[in-house]
């Protein structure tokens, strides 16, 4: 025998795809393997256990069904495809989810399956019980509702809802999302797969649950039925109500099924009772039909004995593992309530460390403060201290200043009623002056009347002369006789030499009256310059008192000088003298 004979053959092998609800698979499979070979590796690739609710589906043409465990997996009307597909999901349901699902993985692929299937309206379900099935949904996706981490919007991205649902009433989705949530928020402490269980506990309560619809006709040429195979038994359906069936044959009244071609006939436990008979048209259904009908049978048999040592070892370890589970919660609750107690002593504690450092930081501001407020003090005491020197030495100044304005106003006082004895003074010295003036007018009227009156006693003297004169000079030149006598003998001669004489007496006299009336003139004018240089010096020593009296002591005021008296016209020279002499008294 040669070498290469030696040399075992390699098996040939096919690629095979599994999809089941939350994963994808795929192995390498011999060509002998059978259904069951490749679904037992699938259940140990995934951890389950009970594996009678369970099949790999395929699709033929415009149906699908189920791989045979007992045939080679090639050898079936399988896809040629490469990768062949199948899914791996629930062909058989339980009555009673909470007594026959004993693993969580079993749990969660029925909640998987279930909730796709009410997603897709293979189960009809109503709006509020949709609602409350995607609260529980939540819950087993999200854990506990915390106000804090799931904000409004956070189930925008889910499908929680059947179309249908959200098309039947006029909500938005943030509305849908507002009425899940509030009941999500009622599902504290529940764990996943409670929740999950709960889903399904209240979806096994839904007509359509676990129920697979096939077209039938009761014989050939009656109208189209529904046949329905669920865990209860057989349902007839009418076409267009999946949810009321007319006829139901419980497994537990039903002797026998057998079909042959296309017809399929259902005994009665009870042989009263009518046989029922029914048609389908494809072969491949009534295959189908057949072996749910046959699965579901032993099922429902299964379920009325006592469990075997298998299910009894997984409920057990079920029970343990959920009181494992249990004590873990209880202890990861404690855990977690000690943490959360913690956490809050910590935020506490923080917030209290935080509110020290802030009281801390005040306080020290407050200090800064203070220090920064008993610095200004000081410089204030300080500079209030030098104001106090300051104004001590002001009032010393004001009270010197005071002393001297009494001096002052005493003084004023005194200049003032001196002023006034002077003013006093000046105005009986201004009658007397007037009265002088008056007296002196009178005397200079009687001179002008005497000047006049020798005026004309002159005016008379010279034409008498001339008159004389005339007399005589005709009678000298007459008789040419020598000059007259210069003795006493001639009287006329005396007379005229008298009145020569008292003429010249008068022309003396008016000469001296008239030099005395220009000195006097000239006398009175240099007295009314004098009197008018008084008068001004007087004028500038009293501005220059008001001024000083005005800028020390500003209450002060002196008194008013009086006008001096109106002076007639006529009597305004004599006056004139009178008010220079006043001015010059002051």
Not at 50 to 65: N, P, Q, S
Not at 205 to 227: A, C, P, W
Not at 356 to 366: G, S, T, V, Y
Not at 528 to 545: A, F, G, R, Y
Request: hydrophobic share 35%; aromatic share 8%.
């Amino acid at each position: 025998m040669s070498i290469l004979g030696l040399k075992k053959k390699q098996p040939k092998t096919f690629k095979v795809k599994v999809s089941t609800m939350d994963a994808e698979m795929e192995f390498s499979c011999e060509v002998k393997w059978k259904g069951k070979d490749l679904f037992d590796l699938v259940c140990r690739t995934i951890g389950l256990r009970e594996t009678w609710f369970f099949g790999l589906r395929y699709t033929v043409k415009d149906t699908y069904a189920w791989l045979k465990p007992d045939k080679r997996v090639l050898d079936q009307e399988v896809p040629k495809d490469s990768p062949i597909t199948f899914h791996f999901l629930a062909k058989f349901f339980p009555e009673k989810v909470e007594d026959e699902l004993v693993q969580e993985i079993t749990q969660h692929l029925f909640f998987l399956q279930v909730k796709k299937q009410i997603l897709d309206e293979e189960i009809f379900c109503s709006p509020e019980a949709s609602v409350l099935l995607a609260s529980y949904a939540v819950q087993a996706k999200y854990g506990d509702y915390d106000p804090n981490f799931h904000k409004p919007g956070f189930l925008a991205q889910d499908e929680l809802l059947p179309k249908r649902v959200l098309m039947q009433y006029q909500m938005t989705p943030d509305m849908w999302e507002e009425k899940i949530t509030a009941w999500y928020a009622e599902h504290r402490n529940i764990t996943r797969d409670e929740a999950e269980m709960e889903y399904l506990k209240i979806a096994q309560d839904l007509e359509m649950y676990g129920v697979s619809y096939f077209s039938i006709t009761q014989n050939k040429r009656d109208t189209e039925l529904l046949l329905g195979v669920d865990a209860q038994g057989l349902h007839i359906y009418s076409p267009n109500n999946k949810l009321s069936p007319n006829k139901s044959f419980p497994w537990s009244g039903i002797r026998n099924i057998s079909y042959s071609e296309k017809e399929f006939t259902i005994k009665p436990l009870d042989k009263k009772k009518e046989v029922f008979k029914f048609y389908s048209s494809q072969l491949r259904v009534n295959k189908l039909i057949l072996q749910l009908c046959i699965g579901n049978h032993d099922l429902f048999m299964r379920r009325r004995k006592v469990d075997s040592i298998e299910v009894q070892q997984m409920k057990a370890q079920a029970k343990e593992e959920k009181a494992r589970k249990k004590v873990e919660r209880q202890i990861l609750a404690r855990e977690k309530q000690m943490r959360e107690d913690a956490e809050r002593a910590k935020e506490e504690m923080e917030r209290r460390l935080f509110q020290l450092q802030d009281e801390a930081r005040m306080a020290n501001e407050a200090l800064l403060r203070s220090e920064e407020t008993a610095d200004l003090l000081a410089e204030k005491a300080q500079i209030a201290e030098e104001e106090a020197k300051l104004l001590a030495h002001k009032a010393a100044e004001a009270e010197q200043e005071r002393q001297r304005l009494e001096v002052t106003a005493l003084k004023t006082k005194e200049e003032k009623r001196l002023m006034e004895q002077k003013m006093r003074e000046a105005e009986q010295l201004a009658v007397k002056l007037v009265e002088q003036s008056e007296r002196r007018l009178k005397e200079a009227d009687h001179l002008k009347q005497d000047l006049t009156e020798a005026k004309d006693a002159e005016r008379r003297a010279k034409q008498k002369l001339l008159e004389i004169t005339k007399t005589t000079y005709p009678l000298i030149a007459a008789y040419s006789s020598p000059p007259p006598p210069t003795g006493p003998e001639s009287p006329e001669m005396t007379v005229d030499m008298g009145s020569s004489v008292r003429m010249d007496f008068k022309d003396s006299d008016m000469k001296r009256l008239s030099m005395e009336i220009e000195r006097e003139r000239l006398e009175y004018m240099e007295k009314s310059k004098h009197l008018q240089d008084q008068l001004k010096e007087l004028k500038s020593e009293i501005e220059s008192l008001k001024l000083e009296e005005q800028q020390q002591a500003g209450h002060y005021s002196l008194r008013s000088y009086p006008e001096p008296p109106y002076i007639p016209h006529s009597n305004r020279n004599s006056a004139y003298m009178a008010q220079m002499a006043f001015y010059e008294e002051v």
